[in-house]
């Protein structure tokens, strides 16, 4: 019997329809149907480095909070420090278990209501906006609900009732502020802000996963190909493109960006990864607090590194990284967590763990492709960087 | 070639069997426009050594794209007796003319019977509609 009868329906996103009829190939990702690219994934990521591109990221988790003590609550919830969010700020964060495995990276949005000022004080605005991996959505929600929701704070899934529209790219911000406001222009990286007017969620914020300037948008499920259209339209003349998941793996790959169940999992802590900058431990307390600081007092075991190949053949997640071109299993330091093939520097990439002692840029390694022992070199990350431009 | 006239594999392998200048049965075998497509962003490709003994069902070599690799299988068995050892430096044909110069690999037949057991053109049509969905 084919599995597609055995397990339970997709889930859909409000444009759905649009990318099947648009030639989309769609797969099921985390449990969703969704376009794993539409003509072509180098194409599509050369649209994001040089133009733009628009990305149905609707499957992503939205999960808001409000009501007295959500503050505390997320402060107690997150790896990194709440209370002095400023409104509009938004924040990388991890949720860690107790152990201090990474249970989800996440952002966090601590959103300025325009109409607050007309709110009187206590009415029930939404100051706090998470955004969570469509693959780990479920496990947040059960975590906030079995161990930490105190009276008072509410929390509401609007993963179903919204849609998320990743606009990524050199002329990401003209496109954006043509379509939508020209305000949005002064908008720094890592801001956002509550947009349009009622009690439905839409925010927009400098964020995104491709290593590109770009924005984010969030609005009503019943607006998204609307607003998708008018994006596309709009960006027409600058080769604006719908891009697919294929395409968002090797750009936030070349970014270096850590995705969930590759380079980040339950049995990895934050500090392995290369995310300290996520963890903040001084006078807070969150789960895994503990953990995490001894684990900070220890030397580093394993350490990401970003790999590069001069070779054709692409290293895949799970192939071993050995320290010499002689096969033998006490050679095997370390795994490839991600591998590609790069559009931009033409060439195979890989990010992996490897033991902290061989993780120098620069550290001639192998890497068993299929059995066969390639050359790779250790170089920074990020593997790519964009251009400044202003 | 029309594809029509191809045998394939239900793992997207055509193969076309004609005698060779000494009679011998010999099998050209590629990979099905319907692969190619769904492969997209070909960047690599590795073919077997001229010499090499195969048995059906085995690895020859391998395509790699942007997203996998995946295997060539060769469905039928014998030795390997030409590569198209142009087509790795021109990944493009296989998009442009994968039953002709697409071409991989020829192999002198073991047992003409082994393409008893492979799909007619249309029955090969049927498995890709489903597939498609």
Redesign the interface.
């Known amino acids: 019997m084919p599995a597609t009868l055995m397990n339970p329906p997709l889930a859909k996103t409000p444009l759905s329809d649009w990318h099947v009829g648009h030639r989309g190939r769609m797969v099921d990702f985390a449990g969703w149907s969704m376009p794993?690219?539409y003509e072509?994934?180098?194409a599509e990521h050369e649209a994001v480095r040089h133009a733009v591109g628009l990305f149905d990221i609707s499957h992503m988790g939205r999960l808001t909070f409000a009501g007295p003590g959500a503050t505390e609550f997320l402060d107690s919830l997150l790896t990194r420090r709440v209370a002095d969010m400023q409104p509009g700020q938004i924040r990388y964060s991890l949720v860690t278990n107790d152990s201090g495995g990474i249970l989800d990276d996440v952002l966090l949005y601590r959103l300025q209501d325009p109409s607050a000022a007309e709110q009187a004080p206590g009415e029930n605005q939404v100051p706090y906006l998470l955004v969570v991996n469509a693959s780990n959505r479920q496990k947040i929600l059960d975590w906030i609900a079995a161990h930490l929701l105190p009276s008072g704070v509410v929390c509401c899934d609007e993963t179903f009732s919204t849609a998320m529209i990743a606009v990524q790219g050199p002329a990401a911000r003209k496109l954006v502020m043509d379509v939508l406001h020209p305000g949005l222009n002064a908008m720094r990286y890592y801001y956002g802000k509550s947009v349009g007017h009622g009690g439905e969620l839409s925010v927009v914020s400098r964020t995104g996963y491709t290593g590109e300037d770009g924005f984010e948008l969030i609005v009503p499920a019943a607006g998204a190909a609307d607003l998708w259209e008018k994006l596309l339209t709009a960006g027409q003349s600058v080769g604006a493109v719908p891009v697919g998941l294929?395409a968002r793996d090797?750009l936030r790959l070349e970014a270096a960006m850590p995705l969930y169940g590759h380079e980040l999992s339950e049995s990895i802590d934050p500090f392995t990864s290369g995310l300290d900058f996520a963890v903040n431990l001084e006078g807070r307390n969150f789960p895994g607090r503990d953990a995490l600081a001894q684990i900070a007092s220890r030397p580093r075991q394993r350490v990401r590194v970003g790999l590069e190949l001069a070779c054709?053949?692409?290293p895949?997640e799970g192939y071993g990284i050995r320290r010499s071109s002689k096969a033998s299993d006490d050679n095997v330091i370390g795994e490839i967590s991600s591998g590609?093939?790069s559009?931009t520097l033409k060439r195979?990439i890989a990010m992996g763990y490897v033991r902290a002692e061989f993780s120098q840029p620069g550290t001639e390694l192998t890497i068993d492709i299929?059995g066969q022992l390639e050359p790779a070199r250790v170089v920074p990350l990020p593997l790519y960087r964009r251009p400044k431009t202003n | 070639m029309n594809p029509e006239q191809l045998r394939f594999a239900k793992t997207h392998e055509w193969v076309h069997v004609e005698p060779d200048s000494q009679g011998q049965q010999v099998a050209t075998l590629g990979v099905s426009s319907f692969a190619v497509e769904a492969l997209t962003d070909l960047v690599f490709m590795q073919l077997p050594e001229v010499g090499r003994q195969v048995k059906p069902g085995q690895s020859v070599g391998e395509i790699e794209s942007v997203k996998a690799v995946s295997d060539l299988y060769s469905p039928v068995g014998g030795k390997v007796v030409a590569v198209n050892t142009d087509l790795p430096n021109h990944l493009e044909t296989l998009s442009s003319d994968p039953y002709g110069a697409g071409w991989m690999v020829k192999i002198q037949l073991d047992d003409p019977k082994q393409l008893d057991s492979l799909m007619d053109y249309a029955t090969y049509q049927a498995q890709c509609a489903e597939e498609g969905h």
């Open positions: 794993v690219q072509s994934i180098v294929g090797t054709k053949r692409v895949r590609t093939f559009p195979p299929r």
